[in-house]
């Protein structure tokens, strides 16, 4: 409930306390004279017999319920015409407002009791009024009887005074002509009662054993009442069974089946709600309606708490909840919401719950669902999940037959039929057929597993639904492909349009924890230009979609040359090209020492991604997304300026050091990338001596011919060039003579392993001497520990890379490291060098 709702449920409170406090001011301001005037005379027996009478009255009563109100006309005017007679004024009402407080306040709200019981004394309070003037009364004479009826009708009249200052106050005034028609039909029923107890005053006026007769009299008629009122039951409830099957029939031709079938149940229950939940299954979305007394059309809130929904599907059972039955943590949790009673009802088809009809608040607050109704709801549940199965039947059989199942969207067959009736109208335009083919749908599958692959068609679906023109038929037609017919005043504007849906096709999709960038390759075919036929169209649209996987455009209008090949990315392209945007990445840097004096000679470069969900992103991961889609240049780019900028400041600050980046074996085949090197060396003032790249091992011997031009270029700007990982490929030591490298950078499994293994030691010495042999540097990673740095030494290894010197550290970390573990010293006349304090 919203703030607003909250205030008027707070200000009709605090209004009907407020008519309350001035019905029991008017109660006693009516009995006061009486306490007054009357005699005091106390007559023990005949109040506990009156009051006995009163209570009894106050549970009998005819009940008639009008809209969500129940109006409840007792027959207390009968031992309240009696009571004027025997007692005093003062105990007639004391033993009525004493049976009224017993009878309401076990059964009704505190205001509501306190409401009805200064009722009850305002009433008789005003009918020993009447009559006080005239006391003693005299039964023989007949005009007696009229102060009698007087008394009655002017305290019926003061109940219904009454009870409509608080229905004003709770609903509305109801109108002067309601009120009137209220006051008659009151007046009426008070009549009739009255002149039954007259008639009952007489009889034991003529003698005291007319009470047995009277009495035999009363338990005659109220059991053929009970029998007559059952035969009605009965009667009603076929009725409007009958009824509401019927028109179940007819609102399922009509279209209009839940309005018809939660109207006529929550009436033929007198419930204030009554709901129909049905959850999602298949194609079909979860249904949940309700239709409220007073209420034009349905609302999609559910009423009844969850739970007793679940129990009753769960359970398979009818679950009945009142003031007094059901389970107790269920009733809790009804009271809570502010309801007070409910029956769930499960519809079932064969042995399965495909939902339930609930109904909740039994109009009238000293009633609830009774055990007959709660079995005419089990018979309309019954034929309710009859009719929604029979309805869901017809419109599944006819759904299937021309919609896809996974997007809801038309098949082929329907498109087929579309484009025969396109074709038959003669006009101007042309019927354009685009047909989107969603590339890599394989990848996506087996890396992410056939359940991505269905949520990826499916929002493929939803964009194009959403995007294009009313006028076109969306479908989809195979596997990953879909198509969009349309009538089209030209080619070039079918060829627009599909340039615009492709656009829009290709912003990230959301597919679980990953962000996807969806390409989509789009041929058209034309009637007539292309053909008459519906399947010669689309067939024809679809070799128009391979050839456009050719194209840059990635859009391509048919002709007869046509041939077909493509790959589609996948991966978190989309998030690292946001991420290169905003400058997310970050370069570490890991220290490389000279193993013969502990000097610190440099760092190498390497990129690190922290992702805003998925966390740290492993460098192989991000760098094999940048490498297919495109984004490997501006990768390296960013590696490149951190570390020339970093570099500068360094000789800047009179401590010089160089830099290696790693470089991959798609950008050797970059004819522009030496220039670029040799473009970022002059913009931050770097000596090109000082800048390391290193290529894997892989990468040089993977097609050596492409790499060499790019490898010589680098190599005559006077920047170093190193093979990476060496050990791990299929290259023979004699390989490298042909590379114009200066470096040999011995792969971290191999240096690892040596302290241990004769046959890795053997491998990192034989590298070390060969290398040295061709006047190769030496540099080997996966250095951490004193074992492994001795052994290294002793063979001549160069430079040492490793956790035993640092990990690889963010700038502001790397320059804590260099004040804490270097210490400099004078080299010659004005020079210094960084030399390690923690290695002996």
């Known amino acids: 409930m919203d703030a607003a709702g909250k205030v008027r449920v707070g200000n009709v409170?605090?209004?009907?306390?407020?008519?309350?406090?001035?019905?029991?001011?008017?109660?006693?301001?009516?009995?006061?004279?009486?306490?007054?005037?009357?005699?005091h005379e106390f007559r023990p027996v005949l109040a506990g017999l009156f009051f006995l009478l009163f209570l009894v009255a106050e549970r009998a009563f005819l009940q008639i319920e009008v809209r969500k109100q129940a109006y409840a006309y007792t027959v207390a005017e009968i031992p309240l015409l009696l009571a004027l007679f025997?007692?005093?004024?003062?105990?007639?009402?004391?033993?009525?407002?004493?049976?009224?407080?017993?009878?309401?306040?076990?059964?009704?709200?505190?205001?509501?009791?306190?409401?009805?019981?200064?009722?009850?004394?305002?009433?008789?309070?005003?009918?020993?009024?009447?009559?006080?003037?005239?006391?003693?009364?005299?039964?023989?004479?007949?005009?007696?009887?009229?102060?009698?009826?007087?008394?009655?009708?002017?305290?019926?009249?003061?109940?219904?005074?009454?009870?409509?200052?608080?229905m004003t106050v709770v609903q509305g005034w109801m109108g002067a002509g309601q009120f009137a028609r209220s006051i008659l039909q009151s007046a009426a029923v008070c009549l009739v009662n009255s002149i039954l107890g007259l008639l009952v005053l007489l009889a034991l006026r003529t003698s005291i054993w007319a009470i047995v007769c009277l009495g035999v009299l009363a338990v005659v008629v109220a059991a053929g009442y009970r029998a007559y009122e059952r035969f009605l039951q009965q009667h009603r409830s076929l009725t409007e069974l009958y009824d509401f099957t019927q028109a179940a029939a007819q609102a399922r031709e009509a279209g209009n089946l839940a309005d018809v079938l939660l109207v006529r149940a929550r009436k033929l229950l007198n419930a204030e709600y009554a709901t129909l939940w049905l959850p999602e299954s298949r194609r079909h979305p979860e249904v949940m309606l309700t239709a409220r007394i007073d209420d034009k059309g349905l609302g999609d809130r559910p009423v009844t708490p969850n739970a007793l929904r679940a129990k009753a599907v769960n359970g398979d059972q009818t679950i009945v909840i009142g003031p007094k039955v059901g389970d107790p943590a269920l009733r809790v949790q009804l009271t809570e919401s502010n309801k007070k009673d409910a029956v769930v009802v499960p519809l079932r088809s064969g042995t399965a719950v495909i939902g339930t009809l609930e109904v909740v608040n039994r109009v009238g607050d000293l009633t609830s669902f009774e055990p007959h109704e709660v079995r005419l709801l089990e018979t309309l549940a019954a034929h309710v999940a009859v009719a929604v199965e029979n309805s869901r039947l017809v419109d599944r059989l006819r759904f299937d037959a021309y919609h896809d199942s996974l997007t809801g969207l038309p098949n082929r067959r329907r498109m087929t039929a579309m484009l025969e009736e396109a074709v038959k109208v003669s006009a101007p335009d042309v019927v354009a057929v685009l047909l989107f083919d969603v590339d890599g749908m394989r990848d996506v599958n087996e890396s992410m597993g056939h359940q991505a692959g269905d949520k990826?068609?499916?929002?493929?679906?939803?964009?194009?639904?959403?995007?294009?023109?009313?006028?076109?038929?969306?479908?989809?037609?195979?596997?990953?492909?879909?198509?969009?017919?349309?009538?089209?005043?030209?080619?070039?504007?079918?060829?627009?349009?599909?340039?615009?849906?492709?656009?829009?096709?290709?912003?990230?999709?959301?597919?679980?924890?990953?962000?996807?960038?969806?390409?989509?390759?789009?041929?058209?075919?034309?009637?007539?230009?292309?053909?008459?036929?519906?399947?010669?169209?689309?067939?024809?649209?679809?070799?128009?979609?391979?050839?456009?996987?050719?194209?840059?455009?990635?859009?391509?209008?048919?002709?007869?040359?046509?041939?077909?090949?493509?790959?589609?990315?996948?991966?978190?392209?989309?998030?690292?090209?946001?991420?290169?945007?905003?400058?997310?990445?970050?370069?570490?840097?890991?220290?490389?020492?000279?193993?013969?004096?502990?000097?610190?000679?440099?760092?190498?470069?390497?990129?690190?991604?922290?992702?805003?969900?998925?966390?740290?992103?492993?460098?192989?991961?991000?760098?094999?997304?940048?490498?297919?889609?495109?984004?490997?240049?501006?990768?390296?780019?960013?590696?490149?300026?951190?570390?020339?900028?970093?570099?500068?400041?360094?000789?800047?600050?009179?401590?010089?050091?160089?830099?290696?980046?790693?470089?991959?074996?798609?950008?050797?085949?970059?004819?522009?990338?030496?220039?670029?090197?040799?473009?970022?060396?002059?913009?931050?003032?770097?000596?090109?001596?000082?800048?390391?790249?290193?290529?894997?091992?892989?990468?040089?011997?993977?097609?050596?011919?492409?790499?060499?031009?790019?490898?010589?270029?680098?190599?005559?700007?006077?920047?170093?060039?190193?093979?990476?990982?060496f050990g791990t490929g299929y290259s023979s030591l004699s390989y490298l003579r042909r590379l114009p490298v200066h470096e040999v950078k011995v792969d971290r499994m191999f240096v690892q392993g040596m302290a241990t293994d004769p046959g890795d030691l053997a491998i990192v010495r034989a590298v070390v001497d060969l290398s040295r042999h061709f006047g190769l540097s030496v540099v080997a990673e996966g250095v951490e520990s004193e074992l492994t740095l001795a052994l290294l030494e002793e063979m001549g290894c160069d430079i040492g890379q490793g956790f035993f010197f640092s990990r690889a550290l963010p700038y502001e970390r790397l320059e804590t490291w260099f004040a804490a573990q270097t210490v400099t010293e004078e080299v010659g006349v004005g020079g210094s060098v960084r030399r390690l304090r923690a290695v002996p």
């Open 456 to 725: 990826l068609l499916a929002e493929v679906s939803q964009r194009l639904r959403d995007l294009a023109p009313p006028a076109a038929l969306v479908a989809r037609v195979g596997g990953d492909k879909f198509a969009v017919t349309l009538r089209a005043e030209s080619a070039a504007d079918a060829v627009e349009l599909a340039g615009k849906l492709r656009a829009a096709l290709q912003e990230p999709m959301r597919l679980g924890t990953l962000n996807l960038d969806v390409d989509t390759a789009v041929g058209l075919a034309l009637h007539p230009e292309h053909g008459s036929e519906p399947e010669v169209l689309l067939r024809r649209a679809d070799l128009a979609v391979h050839a456009a996987k050719q194209t840059n455009s990635h859009i391509q209008q048919f002709h007869l040359a046509l041939e077909s090949g493509s790959t589609r990315r996948i991966g978190l392209a989309g998030d690292l090209r946001r991420a290169l945007d905003a400058g997310e990445l970050e370069v570490y840097f890991q220290p490389k020492v000279a193993l013969s004096d502990r000097r610190l000679v440099g760092v190498e470069c390497l990129s690190r991604w922290e992702h805003p969900v998925h966390g740290s992103v492993s460098p192989q991961d991000f760098i094999a997304v940048a490498e297919h889609t495109g984004q490997l240049g501006r990768l390296t780019e960013v590696v490149l300026r951190e570390g020339l900028r970093r570099c500068r400041e360094w000789a800047d600050e009179g401590r010089p050091l160089s830099v290696a980046v790693n470089l991959s074996p798609r950008t050797l085949v970059d004819p522009d990338f030496p220039s670029q090197v040799g473009e970022l060396l002059a913009e931050y003032g770097v000596p090109a001596e000082r800048l390391t790249l290193e290529i894997t091992e892989d990468g040089m011997v993977a097609g050596p011919d492409r790499p060499m031009p790019t490898l010589h270029r680098l190599h005559d700007l006077g920047v170093r060039l190193s093979v990476d990982d």
């Open 13 to 39: 409170q605090l209004h009907t306390w407020l008519a309350t406090i001035a019905t029991v001011v008017c109660a006693i301001a009516f009995a006061t004279p009486v306490l007054l005037r009357s005699s």
């Open 86 to 166: 025997y007692l005093p004024p003062l105990w007639v009402i004391a033993a009525r407002v004493t049976a009224a407080a017993l009878s309401y306040l076990a059964r009704l709200s505190l205001v509501k009791a306190l409401f009805n019981i200064a009722v009850r004394g305002a009433s008789t309070a005003v009918s020993t009024l009447v009559v006080l003037p005239f006391l003693p009364l005299d039964v023989g004479k007949p005009v007696n009887w009229l102060v009698l009826l007087a008394a009655t009708e002017a305290g019926s009249l003061v109940s219904m005074i009454a009870l409509s200052l608080i």
